[in-house]
């Protein structure tokens, strides 16, 4: 993710799926991981997502091998990001994140 993603927070994380609030109110660069599909899932806001419409409830899979993408809200927007995760990364960026311990098993159910 590049750009102006306000709100990136990790909801939970096990060996087989992880979820993702992602917020933001201005256009930004969405970058898929070429290791793994993603799974968005719009809860809030309208725009376009490459070159379509968006809106509450709407779903779209990003699959692996996806090029770089625009999404550009017309209204702050919400999604849930879904995929399968690298459990050892994710644990890694919440220690650079300042995350604590308890916290980090909170979230990451191994």
């Known amino acids: 993710l590049h750009g102006?993603?306000?709100?990136?927070?990790?909801?939970?994380?096990?060996?087989?799926?992880?979820?993702?609030?992602l917020?933001?109110?201005?256009?930004?660069?969405?970058e898929p991981d070429a290791g793994r599909a993603d799974i968005l899932t719009f809860l809030r806001g309208r725009g376009r997502?490459?070159?379509d419409n968006y809106r509450p409830g709407d779903?779209?899979?990003?699959?692996?091998?996806?090029?770089?993408?625009e999404i550009n809200p017309d209204v702050p927007s919400e999604t849930i990001r879904s995929y399968v995760p690298d459990l050892e990364k994710l644990r890694s960026e919440l220690r650079d994140?300042?995350?604590g311990e308890e916290r980090i098993g909170g979230l990451l159910h191994c």
């Open 23 to 30: 917020e933001w109110s201005e256009r930004f660069e969405y």
């Open 59 to 69: 779903c779209y899979v990003i699959p692996a091998a996806a090029e770089a993408f």
């Open 49 to 51: 997502i490459g070159a």
């Open 4 to 21: 102006s993603v306000a709100g990136r927070e990790l909801l939970m994380a096990c060996p087989y799926f992880a979820a993702e609030r």
């Open 97 to 99: 994140a300042g995350a």
